[in-house]
């Protein structure tokens, strides 16, 4: 009897541990030691983009990259010979990390030493969905800042759009997300570009058979090899949502129906044999429901934000976010 209730016992205490973790991020976190950190933080991502709009996506991408790795820890704006910055999916593609710059030093004008870089990035990441024409949602926030970067854990945990469905779906569950999420968090590509190295093996000799890929629309793939001909610039970039680029809508969902995704990875979703058995279904239905799509993807948003974060006395603050204190 003694030994079960100290099993007992011990169940509770893990359960309390592990809701205490989650239960440490709040929406009101910092309402008394920086009440004004939302203004300041939906300010500076105005600004930026007024002065290019798809700052908006590159701001949402570095919230996704951070929480796949490491956790929500603020992690990818780390520099170093071991940064994330450096590693395959995020080399010469992640981007924004000025203007993170920029929006902590005007938190830290406005307190000093009190919001997390993993925090503003969360923020951020919202606020550029909003000004983008997306729904707006309570940020939970309280992370701390981590002391490490991950390299090897971005090369090989970050999604990727060469990836099969199965294996993204994969990625997802190992970070605690399913299979809602990989649909709605792939609909973030409502806004946005991509460089032609990730689409471009579509475009010629897909998969070795000497044509294009025929799960792209044939006008799609003649605009597309005009900007990205073989041996061309790799880095010219075109619309992730083709005819609606940067407006955060249910129209990216509208393209797969139609063959008119951009990566692999997108019209995966809802053409290839995998997609058709997990995800297509969830394509239809977010091509013909905004509101479904976009509580969705708020829903998945918060999950997201909720992996690993470092709390209590876990971490830092990090006065500068490209270097630990």
Known sequence: MKKACVFVALLLVLFLSVFGVQSQLSTDFYSSSCPNVLKVVRREVFKALQTEMRMGASLLRLHFHDCFVNGCDGSILLDGSDSEKLAAPNLNSARGFDVVDTIKTAVENECNGTVSCADILAIAARDSVVLSGGNSWKVLLGRRDGLIANQSGA????PSPFDSINTIITKFNNVGLNVTDVVSLSGGHTIGRARCVLFSNRLFNFSGTGAPDSTMDTDMVADLQKLCPQNGDGNVTTALDRNSTDAFDNHYFKNLLNNKGL??????????????????????????????????????????GNISPLTGSNGEIRKNCRVVN
């Open 263 to 304: 990566l692999s990875s997108d019209q995966g979703l809802f053409s290839s044999a995998d997609g058709v058995a997990a995800t297509k279904s969830l394509v239809e239905s977010y091509s013909s429901d905004s509101s479904l799509f976009m509580t969705d993807f708020i829903n998945s948003m918060i999950k997201m």
């Open 155 to 158: 090369n090989s945990g970050l």
